[in-house]
């Protein structure tokens, strides 16, 4: 079935660094691919999503591109903030119709 | 448009006992899933439902069911709570097929076993 690998966390960066959350995929044809944020003490939501290759999907400041070629869907951000602190999931749909979520990266940003 | 509701928030059960947690989708949205996120883990599907039947199961033992009902609702029922059954339990629901679609999260039910 479809799954992610997700890079191993937790991540510690100031605030105002770079930020790179790498993912790479194994999958069945070109299903979506999803990035969820879950905030402390919340569930899951929707950051970005990306529907086909090449598509880059972005929001507050994050950014993803569906990279076919090196199945790779990688999360960046230019200037982290101490409110993007949180666990981030690489995510897509599996078989069975249910969604695979990667492990988790857990990033806290220090002011 | 209200999101996914979940009840209750907290709870905490004694080993032994069973326990039903509550999920309202999205308007419209006919699947349900259920995850378990335990400490230190990623998320782990449990069950799919849609259009009232069970779609799918995650690799858990019989003892975590569920159903769901005519307005789509559902219910996650765990019989004979184990300590290791402590874990925040998510639901989603999507309208659709989820190959092209977002899963919309609850907040979740933190369940405590003693």
């Known amino acids: 079935g479809n799954s992610v690998t997700q890079m191993e966390g937790p991540v510690t960066l100031s605030e105002e660094a770079f930020l790179t959350i790498n993912c790479t995929y194994t999958a069945t044809g070109y299903p979506s691919l999803f990035w969820y944020v879950q905030y402390p003490g919340e569930g899951l939501q929707l950051l970005l999503k990306a529907t086909k290759a090449d598509d880059k999907g972005s929001n507050k400041g994050f950014e993803a591109t569906y990279r076919k070629e090196t199945t790779s869907f990688h999360l960046e951000k230019g200037s982290v903030q101490v409110s993007d602190s949180a666990v981030y999931f690489c995510?897509?749909?599996?078989?069975?119709?249910?969604?695979?979520f990667g492990t988790g990266t857990s990033l806290t940003v220090i002011p | 448009e209200a999101g996914v509701t979940q009840s209750p928030t907290h709870l905490i059960k004694t080993r032994g006992q069973q326990v039903t947690l509550r999920c309202s989708p999205i308007s419209g949205h006919t699947s349900v899933y259920w995850y378990q996120q335990a400490l230190g883990l990623g998320l782990q599907f449990l069950l799919w439902y849609d259009e009232g039947e069970e779609r799918n199961r995650g690799n858990f033992p019989p003892r975590f069911s569920g159903r769901q009902f005519p307005n789509y609702s559902s219910e996650l029922n765990v019989n004979a709570l184990e300590l290791e059954d402590s874990a925040l339990y998510l639901c989603a629901s999507i309208l659709g097929v989820a190959e092209n679609t977002e899963a919309f999260f609850g907040q979740g039910t933190r369940l405590t076993v003693v």
């Open positions: 995510a897509l749909p599996n078989t069975g119709n249910q969604f695979y």
